[in-house]
């Protein structure tokens, strides 16, 4: 197994896109099997090792960042499998963890499927997307990672290596999980009792629900339960046709109206994404698209799957409603086959790019949310985040999954002082948004950024609730120490 510990090699393994500037390891392992992956745990504790994790580095929330840990990166185990068929029309497809989501997209797209999952950032690692449970703009139509999951291998703590599949294993009627494992031996632990929130996109702590299957505990945790080394995923036919539109609006309350019919369907159609730019991320998208109309209130990106055949009804029911909601319809970018398509999907990637790009030049970090309320509450959302930050007088962009109700708040702070400002803001947004019943995550996770507000979310109880998970499956604290849960807990729980 390949190791390196020259300061060139490591550097990279620093960072993610989170700004997070303690990063620090002896060294970096790059495991070539699954079963180098489980050795290197098995010893952790004898070695007084502990370790992080390592994707691609496009986290967002400092979760790949070692904080003094040796890192194991999941470069070399990139293998992609065969595409193949299984029952309901559906294929599966497996993977290592290592694998990049674009390539296995391409893979499955070669022979005529689809896997739906779309985190903006198409470079990060199937294994990383598990253990965030990623999601994107198709998670509207199609939910998050988790939906897409058939089986995963995940190398244990203490260095077993096990299969779960869905279905395979799911909580007793007292919320119990039983496990015999080679070297961990028998074990038994409960699955956290909080509730989790009324949103329809949600990652923040461990997964947990009556019933539960184990394969829901592992997704979504962050690398702190396992590491996955290998994931089956579902497959879906690849769409005849997918049209989208960006749609431009004058004011405000139409673009809202609109959003409010898109997703209750008005007038037929039937989208897999509805994304909102606000005026101010037009502004920023201005600087590569000097195109964009002037004086405009903000623009809803939509997919919407179709055939040949139905196309122009399909559009025939989007130019009605965006007419019935005042959107000028001649303004609008529509594209009707896959070139037109990606040259949509990139004007929205680059958004992030964009701002990530200004702030690289700023001595501030941006202050940005991930948070998320009840589907039908995307008004409240938009409003609170709006309204707050022109109280402050800040300088903000909001975009992102709307259909959801799930908005990203970037605020963009020009010196310190604006900075802490916008910190405080961001606290009172998160009680406001808790307290709503909605969630500090929906996609981005938690990673080591954002623990402390956990705490917040699950309260005392909850977070011990998840350290007992933690410590049944991780009894030495070797993985991924400091994501999800603060190092604190560690020590007042035993
Ligand atoms: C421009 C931009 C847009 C983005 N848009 C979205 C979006 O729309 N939706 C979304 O959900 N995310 C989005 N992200 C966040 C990011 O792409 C996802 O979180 C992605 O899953 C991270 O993958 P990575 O390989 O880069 O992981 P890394 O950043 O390297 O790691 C992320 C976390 O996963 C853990 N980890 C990595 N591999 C494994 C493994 N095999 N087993 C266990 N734990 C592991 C790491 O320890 C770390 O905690 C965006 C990021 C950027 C930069």
Known sequence: MIYKDDPSA????????????????????????CEEVAQLLRSAAADGRRYTVAGNGTGTTGGRIPLGDYVISMQKLDRIGEVEPVEGGLAVIRVQAGALLQDVQAKAASEGWFYPPDPTETSCFIGSTVANNSSGSRSFRYGPTRAHVRAIRVALPQGDLLEITRGGCIAGADGSFHLDLPVAGKLRFLRPEY???????????????????LIDLFIGSEGTLGIIVEAELLLRPMPEK??????????????????????????????????????????????????????????????????????????????????SCGAPTEQSWAALDSEGLSRLREFRHRLPVLVNEWLSRQAESKVSTDMALADARFRELFELYRDSCNREGFTYIIFGHIGNAH???????????????AKRLYRQLVTEVLSMGGTLSAEHGIGKLKSEYLVQMYGQSGMREMVRVKKALDPYLVLNIGNLIPESFYESET
Not at 202 to 208: Q, T
Not at 415 to 421: G, I, K
Request: aromatic residues 10%; contains cysteine.
């Open 10 to 33: 490591i550097a990279g393994f620093l960072e993610d896109t989170s700004n997070l500037k303690s990063g620090r390891t002896p060294g970096v392992f790059f495991p070539e099997s």
């Open 195 to 213: 509730s989790m929130p009324a949103t329809s996109k949600h990652n923040a702590g461990y997964w947990s629900t009556p019933g539960m299957e």
């Open 242 to 323: 997918v049209i989208a539109c960006l749609v431009f609006f004058r004011r405000e309350e139409d673009l809202l109206l609109f959003v409010e019919e898109a997703r209750k369907g008005s007038g037929g159609v039937r989208p897999r994404a509805v994304e909102l730019f606000d005026s101010r991320s037009l502004e920023f998208l201005r600087q590569s698209y000097p195109q964009v109309p002037e004086k405009t209130a903000g623009a809803i990106y939509f997919e919407e799957e179709t055939t040949e055949e139905a196309e122009e009804r399909c559009m025939e029911g989007w130019l009605e409603l965006m007419e």
């Open 407 to 421: 908005l990203h708040l970037n605020i963009l702070p020009r010196d310190r002082a604006e900075f802490d400002r």
